[in-house]
């Protein structure tokens, strides 16, 4: 039986949950060898390579004559690729892919007041304690023991500004081209950008380093940077983006188990705590639960 386009949806989200939540620990495998701006700036470079490989294949080089489409890659370029990327990968030099993932879902707050309070939409008792809660649970991930901030989470935090915009952005550019084509230009553009950025400042990698880092690189840019980002723009068009940010809350235990796994970073108490509020927050802001429900037990 053929799959509605909702199940599509969710599918292509769901595939994207698991991508989501391994590819903080592969982006720290590159920083043995690569600053975090040559590691982002090379995993889109391998991205568009591999985005315009798909084109070839599907034939839609000709949606790159629209010139609306190249205004939106452009926004998404520097909104996703360059603001949102730059300050992940930032992130990942100072601080654990955990706190990474579990900040990151702070992105449900901030697409939440993008799509629902920008639009003015009438907010309900169960959305404000949803986003309360978000707040609650990104406090606690930053306070840790309370001995200050750590710079790694607050360029996470800043990051998840800028990602719902973008999102918008996508799922509009994707009513007039397909996919591959946005995020061909989304990867071009920015690994423009960056590698501008790179030379200028004089931190090119050397082409040993980047060599020695070629494997991660590689899996960086075809599957997080390439796969699973096409199939999380398939998944916004099927659904909103709302709903789709969601279904990835669960990236983040995923990635603190990799974390265990891969690096032998075991979670902590903060970690896990954190995870309460900030999962319950995403279920009510989304409404997949209501808060009558919830306290009805």
């Not at 595939?15 to 590819?23: E, H």
């Not at 606690?140 to 309370?146: E, M």
């Not at 705590?273 to 209501?290: C, E, K």
Request: hydrophobic share 55%.
């Amino acid at each position: 039986m053929a799959l509605s386009e909702k199940r599509k949806g969710e599918l292509f989200i769901g595939s994207d949950v698991f991508f989501g939540g391994l590819f903080p620990i592969l982006v720290v495998f590159t920083f043995a060898r690569l600053s975090s701006a040559n590691s982002l700036a090379w995993s889109a470079l391998i991205a568009a390579l591999v985005f315009a490989c798909v084109m070839l294949y599907r034939g839609t080089w000709r949606e790159l004559k629209n010139p609306l489409l190249w205004k939106y890659g452009f926004l998404i370029a520097m909104l996703v690729g360059v603001l949102f990327y730059g300050l992940y990968f930032g992130a990942l030099a100072y601080t654990t892919p955990g706190n990474v993932a579990i900040i990151n879902l702070f992105q449900v707050f901030t697409t939440f007041l993008f799509f629902n309070v920008v639009r003015k939409e009438p907010l309900s008792r169960g959305y404000e304690v949803g986003a309360t809660l978000m707040v609650l649970g990104a406090l606690i991930v930053l306070g840790r023991d309370w001995s200050g901030l750590n710079v790694g989470d607050v360029l996470v935090l800043a990051s998840t500004l800028t990602i719902p915009i973008g999102n918008y952005y996508q799922q509009v550019a994707r009513t007039i081209a397909s996919s591959e084509s946005i995020m061909f230009l989304r990867s071009t553009i920015s690994a423009a950008a960056i590698f501008g950025f790179v030379y200028i400042a004089g931190v090119a990698a050397p082409r040993e380093d980047v060599l020695a880092s070629l494997p991660f690189l590689v899996l960086n840019g075809v599957l997080f940077l390439g796969l699973s980002k096409m199939l999380w723009i398939e998944g916004i068009h099927r659904m909103s983006v709302t709903k789709a940010t969601a279904l990835v809350s669960l990236s983040p235990l995923l990635t603190l188990f990799f974390a265990w796994l891969f690096l032998h970073q075991a979670p902590n108490v903060w970690q896990l705590a954190s995870l309460v509020p900030l999962i319950l927050g995403t279920l009510l802001l989304t409404d997949q639960i209501r808060l009558r429900s919830l306290l009805r037990g």
